[in-house]
């Protein structure tokens, strides 16, 4: 008895990493496997915040074709000198425009000095409105910069969706080991029961003197080792539900009860057959690093595009009016309009911009081997989780029919019990014998769907339940 004790609380020990949390019990709601996963897809944070950065990359799309399209500004200003700069002409010319305007005036023979004026030449107020367009003719950068940024948009849509099927299989094995603590907790609570009514029936028989006081203390020594069992398994579902609503990124107010049973669910067998050739195809990190192949590329056009020109066209229209009081109409203003074009090409950077080419052109050179390095771990994980699958496979069947003989066992030798051919230490035989195949049939059972989640991560497919809202 006490080693099937061991061996179901060491099974539910291992699937359970985080510490008891206290249950506020202020909501409880009872899930299905494909509402969990619904609702995971819609609370988890990391699918949130990557569901945010799709519409971030979108944004940067969309700014990458702004740099394309025509810049259009409008300018105003006005200005009011409020202490007038001194003015200077030369004596040479100033001293003549004095006579000319005063014949009568004595003016001294020039010397070629400045002389400063009586007044200034700076008006009192400006005002000017201008309008201005330039468009970019030709700059690599910006055109190459607009297919970067459609392929990073293409990359964080694979990301969101890897971060989707990677929530999606954690739910489902949270969940399997929330079933499988369940049914263990209830088999532990079945044997606590049959313990209980086993020892009812020897303390009756013990009084008849049927039985001896050994097979007494047998019976009281089991039904006393089970009751801590119990409490354990309690112990692990309670940090299994913890675990699944933690998973789900569902606040701790709210506690889970899982409504499904841990069942078998076959995959298909065509799947598996093509799932080695497949993972290369439809896996989502082989997508990830194909778009990051294709971002290094365009960053080592990018740097080129260094070597080449900018051209672009301009054109101006503005309105200007200068006075030296406030009454600034209409008719004071003047306009004037340019259009012109600007080209602009670097001749030397100080080897800066060889070196950026170099540095992209390893980055790519480095993707694409992490990307050899994948496809070989993929194709090598693939098979390990199809043999994986395989033999949990086989073990259920297996299982299944050592859990039938240990059931038929069990009657048996309870019969024989109840009639006096058998003995207690046999009794207590069968029970951990029958026990012990259904902790083997639930562990086979729940590493079967494990590998089943496990498959269809690396396959990038999600269950048909799995419907995509966006917000």
Same mark, same amino acid.
């Not at 099974?11 to 609702?39: C, H, K, N, W």
């Not at 995959?267 to 290369?280: C, F, P, R, T, W």
């Given at each position: 008895?006490?080693?099937?004790i061991?061996?179901?609380?060491?099974?539910?020990?291992?699937?359970?990493?985080i510490?008891?949390?206290? @249950?506020?019990?202020?909501?409880?709601?009872?899930?299905?496997?494909?509402?969990?996963?619904?609702?995971?897809?819609?609370?988890?944070?990391?699918?949130?915040?990557?569901?945010?950065?799709?519409?971030?990359?979108?944004?940067?799309?969309?700014?990458?074709?702004?740099?394309?399209?025509?810049?259009?500004?409008?300018?105003?200003?006005?200005?009011?000198?409020?202490?007038?700069?001194?003015?200077?002409?030369?004596?040479?010319?100033? @001293?003549?425009?004095?006579?000319?305007?005063?014949?009568?005036?004595?003016?001294?023979?020039?010397?070629?000095?400045?002389?400063?004026?009586?007044f200034?030449?700076?008006?009192?107020?400006?005002?000017n409105?201008?309008?201005?367009?330039r468009?970019?003719?030709?700059?690599?950068?910006?055109?190459?910069?607009?297919?970067?940024?459609?392929?990073y948009?293409?990359?964080?849509?694979?990301?969101?969706?890897?971060?989707?099927?990677?929530?999606?299989?954690?739910?489902?094995?949270a969940? @399997?080991?929330?079933?499988?603590?369940?049914?263990?907790?209830?088999?532990?609570?079945s044997?606590?029961?049959?313990?209980?009514?086993?020892?009812?029936?020897?303390?009756?028989?013990?009084?008849?003197?049927?039985?001896?006081?050994?097979?007494?203390?047998?019976?009281?020594?089991?039904m006393?080792?089970?009751?801590?069992?119990?409490?354990?398994?309690?112990?692990?579902?309670?940090?299994?539900?913890?675990?699944?609503?933690?998973?789900?990124?569902?606040?701790?107010?709210?506690?889970?009860?899982?409504?499904?049973?841990?069942?078998?669910?076959?995959?298909?067998?065509?799947?598996?057959?093509?799932?080695?050739?497949?993972?290369?195809?439809?896996?989502i990190?082989?997508?990830?690093?194909?778009?990051?192949?294709?971002?290094?590329?365009?960053?080592?056009?990018?740097?080129?595009?260094?070597?080449?020109?900018?051209?672009a066209?301009?054109?101006?229209?503005?309105?200007?009016?200068?006075?030296?009081?406030?009454?600034?109409?209409?008719?004071?203003?003047?306009?004037?309009?340019?259009?012109?074009?600007t080209f602009?090409?670097?001749?030397?950077?100080?080897?800066?911009t060889?070196?950026?080419?170099?540095?992209?052109?390893?980055?790519q050179?480095?993707?694409?081997?992490?990307?050899?390095?994948?496809?070989?771990?993929?194709?090598?994980?693939?098979?390990?989780?199809?043999?994986?699958?395989?033999?949990?496979?086989?073990?259920?069947?297996?299982?299944?029919?050592?859990?039938?003989?240990?059931?038929?066992?069990?009657?048996?030798?309870?019969?024989?019990?109840?009639?006096?051919?058998?003995?207690?230490?046999?009794?207590?035989?069968g029970?951990?014998?029958?026990?012990?195949?259904?902790?083997?049939?639930?562990?086979?059972? @729940?590493?079967?769907?494990?590998?089943?989640?496990?498959?269809?991560?690396?396959?990038?497919?999600?269950?048909?339940?799995?419907?995509?809202?966006?917000?």
């Amino acid at each position: 008895m006490k080693k099937m004790i061991t061996v179901v609380i060491a099974l539910l020990a291992g699937l359970f990493e985080i510490s008891p949390a206290q @249950y506020a019990d202020t909501t409880q709601l009872s899930l299905t496997i494909d509402a969990a996963v619904r609702m995971a897809v819609q609370q988890n944070p990391e699918l949130q915040s990557a569901r945010l950065e799709v519409k971030r990359s979108d944004a940067r799309v969309m700014e990458a074709w702004g740099y394309t399209m025509p810049s259009v500004d409008i300018s105003g200003t006005f200005n009011h000198v409020v202490t007038k700069p001194k003015s200077y002409f030369p004596d040479a010319i100033y @001293y003549p425009l004095v006579k000319l305007m005063d014949s009568t005036a004595k003016v001294p023979k020039p010397t070629g000095q400045l002389i400063e004026l009586p007044f200034s030449m700076s008006p009192s107020n400006s005002a000017n409105a201008a309008l201005n367009v330039r468009q970019i003719l030709f700059n690599g950068s910006v055109f190459i910069g607009v297919g970067a940024a459609n392929i990073y948009s293409k990359l964080s849509r694979d990301i969101y969706m890897q971060k989707k099927v990677e929530t999606v299989a954690k739910v489902r094995k949270a969940y @399997y080991a929330t079933l499988l603590a369940h049914e263990a907790l209830t088999m532990m609570q079945s044997n606590l029961k049959n313990a209980e009514d086993n020892f009812k029936n020897v303390q009756l028989m013990r009084s008849q003197g049927i039985v001896s006081e050994y097979d007494e203390l047998r019976a009281t020594v089991g039904m006393d080792n089970l009751r801590p069992a119990v409490i354990q398994s309690e112990t692990n579902f309670n940090l299994a539900v913890d675990n699944l609503r933690n998973t789900m990124g569902v606040a701790d107010s709210i506690k889970i009860v899982p409504s499904d049973n841990l069942v078998l669910q076959d995959v298909d067998e065509g799947i598996i057959s093509a799932a080695n050739q497949a993972v290369l195809e439809s896996n989502i990190n082989i997508n990830i690093i194909k778009h990051q192949i294709e971002l290094n590329s365009a960053s080592v056009n990018a740097e080129r595009a260094n070597y080449l020109p900018t051209i672009a066209a301009y054109g101006s229209y503005s309105y200007t009016a200068i006075k030296d009081d406030y009454r600034i109409s209409t008719n004071d203003f003047y306009k004037t309009a340019q259009v012109g074009l600007t080209f602009s090409l670097n001749l030397f950077q100080g080897f800066q911009t060889n070196s950026k080419i170099e540095q992209a052109q390893l980055e790519q050179q480095k993707t694409e081997e992490q990307k050899s390095s994948l496809e070989r771990n993929l194709q090598m994980g693939i098979r390990s989780v199809i043999g994986s699958l395989r033999q949990a496979r086989k073990r259920v069947d297996a299982q299944q029919k050592t859990v039938e003989t240990a059931e038929r066992g069990y009657k048996i030798v309870t019969a024989r019990f109840l009639a006096n051919a058998a003995t207690q230490l046999e009794v207590n035989d069968g029970q951990l014998a029958l026990s012990q195949a259904k902790v083997n049939r639930m562990q086979a059972i @729940y590493d079967y769907l494990v590998a089943a989640s496990e498959l269809d991560s690396m396959l990038g497919r999600l269950p048909e339940y799995v419907q995509e809202t966006e917000e």
